[in-house]
């Protein structure tokens, strides 16, 4: 059985680098996107089972990527971070607020692998 398969995606790239960086150190094994369409080649290249995805990005980011991703990634458990959302916009993912603790993320993406 392969190993499980974490995607992060997210279009600042200090941010995108250390928390690949801190959950590779944390044990897990990670593949990165900089946007939607990054992640959507990581998707079709590798069996993901978690995805840890910001809100706001300039390609492919926002409403139009989570509508993305609950109608074609639902079997996958998808995180969310964000420094903001539109408040009229549901997301049907659990949601991590920006600034975070790379620790609380960790304990987040190891709960979804179980």
């Not at 995606?9 to 094994?29: C, Q």
């Not at 996107?33 to 079709?44: E, P, W």
């Not at 920006?98 to 692998?113: G, I, N, T, W």
Request: glycine share 6%.
């Amino acid at each position: 059985m392969p190993e499980k398969l974490v995607l992060i995606v997210e279009d600042e790239d200090a941010i995108r680098l250390t928390l690949r960086d801190y959950l590779i150190k944390k044990g897990f094994n990670v593949v990165v996107a900089s946007d939607g369409v990054g992640a959507i080649k990581q998707i079709l290249d590798h069996h993901i089972d978690v995805i840890v995805s910001d809100y706001r990005m300039n390609i492919l980011g926002g409403d139009y990527w989570i509508k993305f991703l609950h109608s074609f990634c639902n079997d996958k458990k998808v995180i969310i971070t964000s420094g903001f959302l539109r408040p009229d916009f549901e997301v049907p993912f659990e949601v991590l607020y920006k600034p975070f603790d790379y620790a609380q993320l960790a304990d987040m993406v190891a709960a979804a692998l179980v």
